[in-house]
């Protein structure tokens, strides 16, 4: 669709554009900007394929602060800590540089948001696409040949990656918003359970693979989409979205295990994740949920240390609740 009809008619089917050699966004220096939150877990991934392939010098960012949320959307304010305001144009609120693109867009004003200073236009703005092409896309600027050799989508493991993204994502990433943000009874119970009976396998999954990664010795993306989820988990998701049948420290010790690894000693991960705005941005946000907008103060420390480099040494753990055992053998 031709930019002329997007802003004659409207979308809200948001923007799909891929950096790419040789095609409408070339990888340049200097033209592309990236929007992001550092409360949200989609914004997440995008974020740390920009440390771990260290395209900071590519994608220079604008952050959002993490609350209020709500008509208009997410601000930009300079004031609250690793906040900024938008380097681009100065906007003071994220729609606005949607409606610079689409002055009739009718979708949600989220992060993340790819721009081109070039074009004057929006490039991308779904994670999980910006997930699959985003490592690459500046591979032909990077100098650093081991840098550029990172890859989290290897041609041996793609089967394996495929048959997992799937249940990872609809029923861990999302699934506790879908738990969380129920209104009713059964809505939460339904969607609460199946959560579980999928961090139950991912928790043998990993195990039977030998860690340090979901895989094995690699890294995937398969970790760049869990590890803004389990990071979030017990700090915010168990108390605010009573995601309570168990946590990841208690219950899933392979799990905590690969994500104290993470936390603590993969470059990247520590330093994408913020804790003041993921707390505040759930806590201080969600007036239906949490109406006084008391945050609470743990758990401490967000995230453990004294991770067990012999993994032969864990025994995976489980939720053992009766509906989430039975809903386990149908996945």
């Not at 989609?42 to 602060?65: C, D, G, M, W, Y």
Request: glycine share 6%.
């Amino acid at each position: 669709m031709a930019k002329e009809e997007i802003h004659k008619y409207g979308t809200d089917d948001g923007w799909h554009g891929v950096i790419k050699e040789g095609e409408e966004f070339p990888p340049e220096k200097d033209r592309y900007h990236l929007y992001i939150g550092l409360f949200c877990p989609f914004a997440h991934r995008a974020n740390l394929v920009r440390h771990i392939k260290h395209l900071e010098p590519f994608l220079p960012t604008s952050i959002v602060r993490p609350y209020p949320k709500g008509e208009p959307g997410w601000r930009f304010d300079e004031s609250y800590p690793n906040a900024t305001p938008d380097h681009l144009f100065d906007s003071r609120f994220m729609h606005q540089l949607y409606f610079r693109d689409d002055a009739a867009y009718k979708g949600k004003y989220s992060v993340p948001l790819l721009w081109d200073k070039k074009t004057n236009r929006i490039v991308n703005n779904e994670s999980m696409e910006m997930l699959k092409w985003l490592p690459h896309a500046f591979d032909s600027l990077i100098e650093d040949e081991k840098i550029r050799n990172i890859d989290f989508y290897p041609e041996e493991m793609m089967s394996k990656i495929d048959e997992i993204t799937p249940w990872l994502t609809s029923l861990i990433c999302s699934g506790v918003y879908k738990a969380g943000f129920n209104t009713t009874q059964e809505g939460y119970n339904e969607h609460v359970v199946p959560l579980f009976a999928a961090l139950n396998k991912l928790e043998k999954l990993v195990h039977s693979n030998g860690g340090p990664y979901i895989l094995g010795e690699r890294l995937t993306e398969l970790d760049l989409l869990a590890y803004p989820t389990v990071v979030r988990f017990d700090t915010v998701y168990v108390q605010h979205f009573k995601t309570n049948l168990g946590t990841i420290r208690h219950d899933y010790p392979v799990l905590n295990n690969w994500l104290k690894n993470l936390y603590h000693s993969v470059e990247g991960f520590r330093e994408s994740t913020d804790f003041q705005h993921i707390k505040e941005n759930y806590t201080k946000s969600h007036k239906d949920i949490n109406p006084l907008s008391i945050t609470p103060m743990g758990p401490y420390p967000e995230v453990e240390e004294g991770y067990e480099r012999d993994w032969s040494k864990l025994k995976p753990g489980e939720v053992k609740h009766p509906l989430v055992v039975e809903a386990g053998s149908k996945l």
